[in-house]
């Protein structure tokens, strides 16, 4: 089915351009929309997945390589199209490179405070420099709005040489912005300012592309991760090519304490570089089969929410699920949203994918009485379906009940 879709790919007109032919219609990503017998809803992954973490959570560069070569040895796991230069989507995810931005942001005249003090961005922008710099202005009065502090913007470094036609035709100018924690917030509640400022940046940039009588290149706009905890490089490419076309990566002051990789085997599915994974929770090997139940039973709920963590700002953070998405990244959506509203990670995650519970005669009595409780408040997401998560504070995998996506792991 994979060659079938890259076939329909290369023998007319890209992905990127069928998109951008569509026009002020509030589109951010180079995908498709629904046509003849494609709907993006029923796109989902098959893909390679891995972690590595130290045990004792100790920083080192050496992890950030030994992460790659694990996400190269995982290319088997991911697919191309007829261009055999263009990957369905590889990336890492890391901690955040305290010591790897002091060196250089120094350099961008950026003033950084202690770690943990500052968050950063990952955003896929237009090339076009006025339509950038008004989203890159748009998103400096939401920070300021919620009484945060903008301390600069960071062009990251790209080396496109490797890159094929398809991806090199709809790479995004990708750009770091890093904001500073007001005082007396703490560390969670910073967390819910970026995601509160994320949201809302997705909303203006939405509105604004809904406006614009422009192509879709020039008013992308993508947030891969914007976190004081993690910190996401990832893009339409192979594997191998991660590590070429983000040069931070082999910076020898670029630690991390664990790390996700992913390659991308888009099944029925356009690979774009805002669906490559990492996710910002999470990476996906699998499909959820019950998506649209999944979603449309958030959505339903989402009139009866309510949360002191939140208080009047959560409408502003809603919906929880971003429609353009694809299966998993719906999923992070919820991951995400669980995570940062008072539950642990592992306690959203056993939530979200609960354990074959009902006739289990030897489960824990407390963990029966745990997944019965839940099964009131949300309908497990079923793939099958092989999942790594992290907060930046912890790291783990989880199969859904079917089994039906083996992982396995060494200590």
């Not at 180079?30 to 796109?43: C, I, M, N, R, S």
């Not at 300021?144 to 960071?154: F, K, N």
């Not at 790594?388 to 199969?399: C, W, Y």
């Amino acid at each position: 089915m994979e060659r079938d879709s890259a076939q329909l790919r290369d023998d007319g007109e890209s992905a990127q351009q069928w998109s951008g032919q569509q026009q002020g219609n509030g589109r951010l990503t180079a995908v498709p929309h629904p046509q003849g017998l494609y709907d993006p809803q029923f796109e989902h992954d098959a893909c390679g997945t891995g972690f590595i973490a130290h045990l004792r959570g100790e920083k080192s560069h050496q992890l950030v390589q030994q992460a790659l070569t694990i996400l190269e040895n995982l290319d088997h796991r991911g697919a191309r199209g007829s261009d055999p230069d263009t990957g369905d989507g590889a990336g890492i995810l890391l901690q955040l490179p305290h010591q790897f931005f002091q060196q250089v942001c120094s350099d961008n005249y950026i003033n950084l405070p202690d770690a943990g003090h500052y968050g950063v961005g990952m955003l896929f922008l237009p090339h076009d420099t006025v339509q950038r710099q008004a989203y890159e202005i748009e998103v400096a009065r939401i920070v300021a709005r919620c009484g945060q502090q903008v301390l600069g913007w960071r062009t990251v470094p790209t080396d496109n040489r490797t890159l094929g036609k398809s991806a090199r035709s709809s790479e995004p100018f990708v750009r770091q912005l890093f904001i500073g924690r007001a005082d007396g917030l703490s560390a969670d509640e910073f967390e819910r300012k970026l995601y509160l400022i994320r949201r809302l940046a997705e909303k203006s940039a939405r509105r604004r592309a809904a406006r614009s009588p422009q192509p879709l290149e020039n008013h992308r706009f993508y947030v891969a991760s914007l976190s004081a905890r993690t910190l996401v490089y990832k893009g339409m490419l192979t594997p191998a090519q991660v590590t070429a076309y983000y040069p931070d990566l082999s910076h020898p002051a670029m630690t991390t304490g664990l790390a996700l990789v992913h390659s991308r085997f888009s099944t029925n599915t356009f690979p774009s570089w805002e669906r490559a994974h990492p996710n910002r929770y999470m990476i996906h090997n699998g499909e959820i089969n019950t998506l649209r139940g999944n979603v449309n039973w958030m959505t339903a709920r989402e009139s009866t929410l309510s949360s002191e963590l939140w208080g009047s700002d959560l409408p502003k953070i809603l919906p929880v699920i971003d429609p353009e998405g694809s299966d998993s990244a719906m999923f992070d959506n919820c991951l995400e949203f669980l995570a940062l509203s008072g539950r642990s990670l592992p306690h959203a995650i056993m939530m979200m994918i609960p354990e074959p519970w009902s006739k289990h005669e030897s489960m824990d009595d407390a963990k029966r009485a745990f997944y019965e409780y839940h099964s009131a408040l949300m309908e497990p997401w079923d793939g099958p379906a092989s999942i790594g998560f992290t907060d930046g504070t912890v790291v783990g995998a989880i199969l859904d009940r079917n089994g039906l996506r083996p992982a396995r792991y060494v200590v």
